[in-house]
């Protein structure tokens, strides 16, 4: 069955403490991300990866750090530096394309809680 | 800069009524849009895009290059298309942005 997954679909994590969120893809896609959903204010784009060992910042980067070490994998850790870490996160993955566009296949979404 | 633009956080119509969802968009060179949708407890993911010009579940959009604008459209809502809705342009990012809208929250009333 291919597609993403995300793991674990629900996380409580206490204040202060770094947390790991997974992402897997099996379509073969070069590029992956990772996005922020809060209510009301759309998807903000944390961190791509266009190619295994190399990763960009998006809109809000900070608190939160990337690796690409395998091309199936993306995992993103929340930091202490977060802010504001409670949110529901979503991991993406494309085909990379320098001319002309492309679409984004989503996986279920990690909803963090921090208390 | 390259971004879309969603004018309505909720929208709310009567089962049967017609729905319009609103998309604006900012792109320098031909866009190529699309619409994605959330179903509640469901992934999100594409309804259709513009360049294939199909009818998905009721739903078309059109692109319009003089209003800069690309709404999706559906002349008899149902229930099941209470959803979030996201207008995007394609990947990949344009200066690390999101290339999605911020959503519009559609509900259908019986």
């Known amino acids: 069955d291919g597609g993403i997954t995300q793991s674990p679909k629900y996380l409580f994590r206490k204040e202060g403490q770094n947390v790991t969120l997974s992402c897997e893809q099996n379509l073969n896609h070069d590029a992956m991300y990772w996005y922020r959903q809060d209510p009301g204010q759309g998807l903000r784009l944390i961190y791509y990866?266009?190619?295994?060992?190399?990763?960009q910042k998006g809109d809000i980067a900070e608190g939160y750090s990337v690796s690409r070490e395998k091309k199936e994998s993306f995992p993103l850790t929340v930091t202490s530096a977060q802010k504001n870490p409670t949110a529901f996160y979503l991991c993406?993955?494309?085909?990379?394309?320098?001319?002309?566009?492309?679409?984004?296949?989503f996986g279920q979404g990690t909803r963090l809680t921090v208390v | 800069a390259q971004r879309v633009t969603q004018p309505e956080k909720l929208l709310s119509v009567f089962k049967g009524a017609p729905v319009e969802l609103k998309c604006n968009y900012s792109?320098?060179?031909?866009?190529?849009l699309f619409w994605y949708v959330q179903y509640s407890r469901q992934r999100l993911q594409l309804l259709l895009r513009h360049i294939s010009r199909e009818s998905i579940k009721g739903f078309t959009a059109d692109l319009n290059k003089g209003e800069t604008s690309f709404h999706l459209k559906k002349p008899f809502a149902q229930e099941e298309d209470s959803a979030m809705y996201y207008c995007?342009?394609?990947?990949?990012?344009?200066?690390?942005?999101?290339?999605f809208g911020d959503g519009t929250t559609l509900t259908v009333k019986p």
């Open positions: 993406a993955s494309s085909i990379w394309a320098n001319r002309g566009g492309t679409e984004a296949f």
């Open positions: 995007a342009l394609p990947l990949p990012p344009d200066a690390g942005k999101s290339t």
């Open positions: 990866s266009q190619i295994v060992n190399d990763f």
């Open positions: 792109y320098s060179g031909s866009p190529e």
